[in-house]
């Protein structure tokens, strides 16, 4: 098969995890060796290299990400009669965590560059009600979080943030996870940072919400006696395997985001000019989690991309408050509306090489000069 021809898959995850094989399987053994395939001691030393890595004092493993955000909103006693403000332009989890908590979300427009929570429309949005704002790090960019940092001192709010995406980026020297009151990142396998299946964390600097959300996510249970429940929890606990897994490929996940670097760069100086990239913060260090770009005509874009052999994605194709579960909290957003119609994620991982991009951009080129 020629290069030409090559199939470029969205995401490379057996190129990813290959290389790790045979780790995989032996701390997989030493789980079935030792029994403990919940609370063992791979989970408290993932935890414990996770916060250290976040800059941060605590982290508690989750089931998944959503938990995470649902856990922060509930150990901040954040609930009925509240309102939270979300981007709209963000996977539908972050909504789902405030409704789950029985809070409102209030959708608020991104910037128009970077599509991120636009800090002004969060200031606008609050009222008497809001109890927290969610920046959410998306595509592996972090928010301004200067300026969202600004907002929810001014009005006394918790500054949430939505790290899913945005495993080691940076924004004015601080990691993704040490800013807010709490981080929720998630592990899905297909994260910067991924489990090999469903997983989670809650990081942050407080150490008594962290206690709380590991109570929460342990059924409620006294921190004196595991026979009694002395909260009103549920049951969201990261695996021992999937621990051990994160343990193994943690110390990779600053050379893998470097190779998405390199990877948005070159697409970046190869890309058509009728394909715009989205653009990042000056202080913002990103890390890629997906290369979004705004085009015209998608369809047929995405048309010319399929018979190429070359994958994409769309992050995200209906904003949240125009989903039809969330039609209660319809509004006019005009920037995350317009933007909704043009984005599409191009490939990205940190196997992508120099041909590939290449081609991707010339299949690109070949379809919107």
Request: with cysteine; aromatic share 6%.
């Amino acid at each position: 098969m020629s290069d030409q021809h090559e199939p470029v898959p969205f995401l490379d995850l057996a190129g990813v995890n290959g290389a790790l094989r045979a780790e995989f399987e032996r701390a997989y053994s030493e789980v079935l060796g030792h029994g403990r395939f919940i609370n063992g001691p791979e989970v408290g030393r993932f935890e414990a290299e996770y916060a250290e890595y976040c800059q941060a004092r605590a982290a508690v493993g989750v089931g998944n990400g959503t938990d995470a955000l649902e856990l922060i909103l509930a150990g901040l006693g954040i609930g009925p009669g509240d309102e939270v403000i979300v981007p709209a332009n963000t996977f539908i989890a972050t909504a789902e965590a405030v409704l789950y908590v029985g809070a409102r979300p209030r959708f608020v427009d991104v910037l128009p560059d970077t599509l991120l929570l636009d800090p002004d429309a969060a200031d606008a949005a609050v009222n008497k009600n809001t109890a927290a704002i969610i920046g959410v790090h998306l595509f592996g960019q972090m928010v301004d979080t200067d300026r969202l940092l600004e907002v929810t001192r001014k009005h006394s709010l918790a500054f949430i943030e939505d790290a899913a995406q945005a495993h080691g980026a940076r924004f004015a020297g601080q990691r993704a996870g040490s800013v807010g009151v709490a981080a929720g990142f998630s592990f899905y396998p297909g994260k910067n940072l991924g489990a090999l299946g469903d997983g989670g964390a809650v990081v942050t600097q407080d150490a008594e919400l962290a206690a709380k959300i590991r109570r929460l996510a342990d059924h409620g249970r006294s921190a004196d006696s595991r026979f009694h429940h002395d909260l009103r929890g549920r049951n969201s606990r990261l695996d021992s395997v999937q621990a051990a897994a994160l343990s193994l490929k943690l110390p990779g996940l600053d050379q893998g985001n470097a190779g998405r670097v390199r990877a948005w760069e070159q697409y970046v100086n190869e890309l058509p000019p009728t394909v715009r990239p989205v653009t990042r913060h000056p202080k913002a260090e990103a890390v890629y989690h997906v290369a979004v770009v705004e085009v015209d005509e998608r369809d047929k874009v995405c048309t010319a991309l399929d018979e190429a052999g070359i994958g994409w994605g769309l992050h995200y194709k209906t904003p949240c408050h125009l989903d039809s579960a969330y039609s209660e909290f319809k509004e006019s957003l005009p920037v995350a509306e317009a933007a909704a119609d043009r984005i599409l994620s191009l490939p990205m991982s940190p196997t992508l090489t120099e041909r590939q991009v290449s081609r991707v951009c010339e299949v690109l080129r070949s379809v919107t000069a």
